[in-house]
């Protein structure tokens, strides 16, 4: 089965660039998917297909998806931004998978 | 405005049977795909199911392949999950989730949740 591995904390000072990876054998073959999800809420997608985001996402949320390692980068993060984020693929053997999560941590 | 409404959670003995129902309003429910995602107390999100939009395609992850069943009834604007021998490791939070694509074939990423309906198995 395919996994996804993520790390489980990022800690970032408010302004600067938070960037959480996500990887996976080969998971630049296939789309990655993103999804925010604050203490008793349920999970929003931030980023879908790598890099695109739905609307009333701000534009300081980015993605990308290279070799082993997709990246969700968060720029001039806030205070709002601390939540767990999952990454998210389809895999053909695996059907849904998630990454096991990444709590950041807005110092 | 979506909304995605998850019952029937509960306390439910090892072995024993339950059915979720998800209650979509806010769009047009026969033309998306639905899912059904889990996060036990504490722990990260885990894919269960997922059923086409014409109910053509359920898939299932391997730990409830033969005890769960997705279905849904288009007329009712409603999903279901028929959940049979239960186990403690089934103990989650269970989200019914919205395909972002019309009529995609269930490979397609969320882009609307429910609150979620709590199961609790336990003696």
């Known amino acids: 089965s395919y996994v996804l591995t993520q790390p489980p904390s990022v800690s970032v000072a408010p302004g600067e660039t938070a960037s959480i990876t996500c990887g996976g054998n080969n998971i630049a073959r296939t789309s990655v998917h993103w999804y925010r999800q604050k203490p008793g809420q349920a999970p929003v997608l931030v980023i879908y297909y790598d890099s695109d985001r739905p609307s009333g996402i701000p534009e300081r949320f980015s993605g990308s998806n290279f070799g082993s390692t997709a990246t969700l980068t968060i720029s001039r993060v806030e205070g709002g931004d601390e939540a767990d984020y999952y990454c998210?693929?389809?895999?053909?053997?695996?059907?849904?998978?998630f990454g096991g999560g990444t709590k950041l941590t807005v110092l | 405005e979506v909304q995605l409404v998850e019952s029937g959670g509960g306390l439910v003995q090892p072995g024993r049977s339950l059915r979720l129902s998800c209650a979509a309003s806010?769009?047009?429910?026969?033309?998306?795909?639905m899912h059904w995602v889990r996060q036990p107390p504490g722990k990260g999100l885990e894919w269960v199911s997922g059923?086409?939009?014409?109910?053509?395609?359920?898939t299932y992850a391997d730990s409830v392949k033969g005890r769960f069943t997705i279905s849904r009834d288009n007329a009712k604007n409603s999903l279901y999950l028929q959940m049979n021998s239960l186990r403690s490791e089934d103990t989650a939070l269970y989200y019914c989730a919205k395909d972002v694509t019309v009529r995609g074939v269930n490979t397609e990423p969320f882009d609307y949740w429910g609150q979620g309906a709590l199961v609790t198995v336990s003696s």
């Open positions: 998210q693929v389809w895999d053909s053997s695996s059907d849904w998978v």
């Open positions: 059923i086409s939009w014409n109910s053509g395609k359920m």
């Open positions: 806010g769009f047009t429910f026969d033309d998306y795909a």
